[in-house]
């Protein structure tokens, strides 16, 4: 499982938010007190780029989909979960649109709101099935 790896992408897509982008040290020095290395540290990796290189899209895909709620309006957490979960079901084939959502909904519901986990599989699960649509 990538659980772990998951949560540290949250936390420096988070810290991001505050900080203008990713901080290379920061990311370091996350990677080695998570202790991850390895292919874990390559999904990392890969998902940031796919979340530097995609966010505009991601920013529409989400105004989109939360109509109460603007991207720039959701809560920093919230949209830190969203933006790894779509990296993976729309810019990764070795990972399955259920389990981006589960695991989206599980860091949500140890890092967020009480309402968050229903919020970002809702908010995923409609993404989801546009897709499957196209």
Avoid: W
């Amino acid at each position: 499982m990538r659980t772990l790896a998951r949560e540290t992408l949250f936390k420096i897509i988070f810290a991001s938010q505050f900080t203008g982008g990713v901080d290379s040290g920061f990311k370091s020095a996350l990677y080695k007190a998570e202790k991850v290395a390895g292919n874990d540290a390559e999904y990392c990796d890969r998902v940031l780029n796919i979340i530097d290189a995609k966010r505009e899209e991601f920013t529409v895909i989400l105004d989109k989909h939360s109509r109460l709620f603007p991207e720039s309006g959701l809560f920093p957490a919230d949209k830190s979960i969203l933006f790894i979960a779509l990296a993976e079901i729309l810019y990764t084939d070795d990972i399955p649109d259920a389990v981006a959502v589960n695991e989206a909904a599980n860091i949500a519901s140890k890092y967020s709101s009480e309402k968050s986990a229903s919020f970002v599989s809702g908010i995923l699960s409609e993404i989801i099935r546009e897709k499957k649509n196209v």
